[in-house]
Nanobody, 117 residues
Framework: QVQLVESGGGLVQPGGSLRLSCAVSGSLGTAYTMGWFRQAPGKQRELVATITSSANTNYADFVKGRFTISRDNVLNTVCLQMNSLKPEDTAVYYC???????????WGQGTQVTVSS
């Protein structure tokens, strides 16, 4: 049973920073990607950033230069460092893991990020 537990969300002022963490437990094998998605009220869930087991990263255009994704393959954690936050970054952020060969997706419960003055 794979479980994902996020932490680190909260309220921050525009221009501020937050760091999200996701701890993954369970058997994943070796071929899987980790990442973060977000969903704002009334909008569809969208990709924020992903990282492969070999540390290749992919970012949505709206976070490039502001957010950094990282992972620890030993501890099975994935983090998202968010800088220069904007009000439009307000959303529930979800940790995501995908087993590539089996095409199985796992999701965390989500953590709220609110950017407001």
């Amino acid at each position: 049973q794979v479980q994902l537990v996020e932490s680190g969300g909260g309220l921050v002022q525009p221009g501020g920073s937050l760091r999200l963490s996701c701890a993954v437990s369970g058997s994943l094998g070796t071929a899987y990607t980790m990442g973060w998605f977000r969903q704002a009220p009334g909008k569809q869930r969208e990709l924020v950033a992903t990282i492969t087991s070999s540390a290749n990263t992919n970012y949505a255009d709206f976070v490039k230069g502001r957010f950094t994704i990282s992972r620890d393959n030993v501890l099975n954690t994935v983090c998202l460092q968010m800088n220069s936050l904007k009000p439009e970054d307000t959303a529930v952020y979800y940790c995501h893991v995908k087993k590539i060969l089996l095409n199985i997706n796992y999701w965390g419960q989500g953590t709220q990020v609110t950017v407001s003055s």
